[in-house]
Each structure stands twice: as C-alpha cells, then as structure tokens.
C-alpha cells in the first residue's frame, strides 16, 4: 500500500488530487472512481491534454512541499514539555553523578 502521490512524484508522474470521487467517475462514465490513469490519447485531444499537464505539473508536483501540511509549528504541548523536561533533568543528575566519581 502506498500514497498515490508520492510514488507519483518519486516517479515524475503528473498527479492532481480531484473534489470528489464523482468528478473523476464522470471521466469514465461511472458512478464513482478513486483514482484515474490516462493509457491513450486521441490525436485531436493531445493538446488539451498537454494544457492540463501544464498546469498540474505547477499546481501540485512542483508545489508539493508547499501543499504539505505542517503540525503543531514545532512547540510542544505542556505533557511533551515535561516529560522532555524530567529527561533532561535526569541526563542532568547522571552526568553531575559520573563527574562525581
């Protein structure tokens, strides 16, 4: 099991998450589709399809870090600021009692 996106930027795949599972079953005709692989292309629809690539290529794979979500912004909560706290402290007695020896 792995993260469609990912493996589509490991690999330079143009990738572009959809709204909605019903938007990418009206591509093919179906009630609802999770995910959608273009294998062939009509001749006199290659050009829109380039357009498309363009703009999912700037709008997802070379923003992807952007788009990430960041946690938390790096501050600790009160529990994981004492337990960090009683650690250091205990590192702190340690090390004062090997200097004592």
């Known amino acids: 099991v792995l993260f469609m996106p990912a493996l589509c ?8 998450i959809v709204k909605g599972k019903a938007r990418l079953g009206r591509v093919v005709r179906r009630k609802t589709a999770s995910c959608l692989a273009f294998t062939t292309v009509n ?9 498309i690539v363009e703009s999912v290529k700037t709008n997802f794979n070379e923003r992807a870090d952007e788009i990430r979500k960041h946690w938390g912004g790096g501050i600790m909560g009160n529990k994981s600021q004492a337990r960090v706290a009683k650690l250091e402290k205990a590192k702190a007695k340690e090390l004062a009692q090997k200097m004592a020896v």
Do not use: A, I, T
């Open 9 to 16: 930027r490991k690999m330079g795949v143009p990738y572009c």
């Open 43 to 51: 001749p006199e629809d290659r050009s829109q399809l380039n357009k």
